[in-house]
């Protein structure tokens, strides 16, 4: 994708940014990092009360590099508003001052739908897109994936469908995003459907489980969960093409990380990340990264945090580099190159 935004800043090869605002979240899903994007890089700088400020000038610099698409994350952003909202207002002045617009601009937050009803004015007024972490519609599968109480489930679920419903009325884009798993892999048609009855889901993106579980909760009996819960997605993705149109692949912005089919189920997109059998995009030094046997998300997108770091890489934290290196950074992923040949 090469475009050029109204400021004539050369979109081709500038990724996302990622700002991780918490470390806390409602869910502690065995397959997310435990600490959300900041993983085991956490510093004592994580408790400086001066990280917002430090984080907002970061996010101006890259945006003085041309750096237009920018994901709210955590953790859950939601457990940290008042960081939220703040950063969040930051970026929105920023991308009015330059009279972005939806096609070359975005500003999303990325959140379990929880708190949404408790927060949904600052939300409408944010962000153009809600990614909504969804990966059971039964209590007792999510109270499993989350591991949380059934009764903190059926509590929970009731809140996310609410929150999903009025964004729906409101007329706010969502996607969806559900990890696949054996626990739920007998409800993913159940997902589409729900997703489906919204005409404010523009998207369903489903992940299979990726092998970064020295990263997840509890390490050691996460590489066994993986090892018992991964399903690839193939046999989903061949009935979804008996059932539905292949639109074509995509990348993440500025055309970085895994070529991702997408098909069309009547008015529902659906996106398929997979990391089972694909190649991925490579910087050179990922030739000695311990992850590279089974990675292929390659460099995505940029991600920072209050521990004040620049992160260009998930499974094994990469190549990192500190908050006033963001054209370094930037440099990292342009630099990094499609690697046609798995090993």
């Known amino acids: ?80 508003p008042e960081n939220t909202f703040r950063i969040s207002a930051l970026v929105r002045n920023l991308l009015i001052d330059v009279s972005a617009t939806p096609q070359n601009s975005y500003l999303r937050i990325n959140t379990d739908g929880i708190r949404i009803l408790e927060y949904l004015p600052q939300i409408m007024d944010y962000f153009d897109l809600v990614k909504i972490s969804l990966n059971s519609l039964v209590p007792e599968r999510y109270a499993a994936i989350g591991q949380i109480s059934i009764n903190e489930a059926r509590e929970y679920l009731k809140k996310v469908i609410a929150g999903i419903e009025t964004l729906n009325k409101r007329g706010r884009d969502i996607r969806i995003q559900t990890v696949l798993t054996r626990i739920n892999q007998e409800e993913l048609w159940d997902i589409v459907q729900f997703a489906s009855r919204f005409t404010s889901v523009v998207e369903l993106k489903i992940l299979d489980l990726s092998e970064y579980s020295h990263l997840w909760h509890n390490p050691e009996p996460a590489e066994n969960y993986w090892r018992n819960s991964f399903v690839p997605l193939r046999k989903f993705q061949n009935q979804l093409k008996a059932k539905a149109i292949f639109k074509g692949s995509t990348s993440s912005i500025g055309g970085y990380g895994n070529p991702m089919p997408v098909y069309q189920l009547g008015k529902l997109k659906i996106r398929l990340r997979t990391s089972a059998g694909t190649v991925g995009q490579y910087h050179p030094t990922c030739k000695n990264c311990l992850a590279r046997s089974y990675c292929r998300d390659g460099s995505c997108n940029i991600a920072i945090g209050p521990n004040e770091l620049i992160k260009v890489c998930k499974p094994q934290e990469g190549r990192i580099f500190q ?21």
């Open 1 to 80: 994708m090469s475009f050029t935004n109204t400021q004539g800043v050369n979109m081709k090869g500038i990724p996302s940014l990622r700002v991780s605002v918490s470390a806390r979240c409602n869910l502690r899903c065995l397959h997310c990092q435990e600490r959300g994007d900041f993983s085991t890089d956490v510093r004592q700088s994580l408790f400086d009360p001066g990280w917002v400020k430090k984080t907002t000038h970061s996010i101006s610099r890259f945006f003085k590099l041309g750096v237009r698409h920018f994901s709210i994350t955590g953790g859950e952003p939601l457990c940290e």
């Open 323 to 343: 908050l006033g290196q963001e054209e370094e950074a930037l440099q990292y992923m342009r630099e990094t190159r499609f690697d046609k040949t798995p090993e």
